[in-house]
Structures are given as structure tokens and as C-alpha cells.
């Protein structure tokens, strides 16, 4: 789970659990912030990925980026 609006967050936290320092990892979060989910699990992550990696130009679906892939 990424980043959420204030009134997703608390329905959120409510049927799923999340403690509020876990909900502290959706809140105002940035790029590549979130929750993980496995199971009964809740694991916060936070990826810096390198944007100058070949993988990362794969992966993104940041509409602006995915545009500048289409132009090379």
C-alpha cells in the first residue's frame, strides 16, 4: 500500500490493522514508500531505486517518464 488520503488511511487502518507507526509509512509518504503485505504480515519499506538504471527505465509508470522511453 503507497501513499493514502487521510480518510482512506483511517478506513484502512481499521479493517486491515495497521498500527498508527505503520500507518506512519502511507502518510504524506514519498516515492517508493509503503506497506508491504504478507499474510497476516505488515512490513513498511522504503526503495530508493537508481533512476539512471536500465531496470528502472522498465519498470516506471510514471506517465512523464514513460513518455521520455517512447521518445528514445
Known amino acids: 500500500m503507497l501513499n493514502q488520503a487521510a480518510g482512506d488511511r483511517q478506513i484502512l487502518a481499521k479493517q486491515l490493522n495497521i498500527s498508527p507507526h505503520q500507518l506512519s509509512y502511507v502518510t504524506n509518504s514519498g516515492e517508493g514508500e509503503g506497506l508491504i503485505f504478507y499474510g497476516s504480515t505488515i512490513i513498511p519499506f522504503k526503495d ?8 528502472y527505465a522498465l ?3 510514471k506517465p512523464s517518464e514513460m513518455e521520455d522511453k517512447k521518445k528514445k
Do not use: A, E, G, P
Open 48 to 55: 530508493k531505486f537508481d533512476k539512471s538504471l536500465r531496470l
Open 59 to 61: 519498470m516506471t509508470t
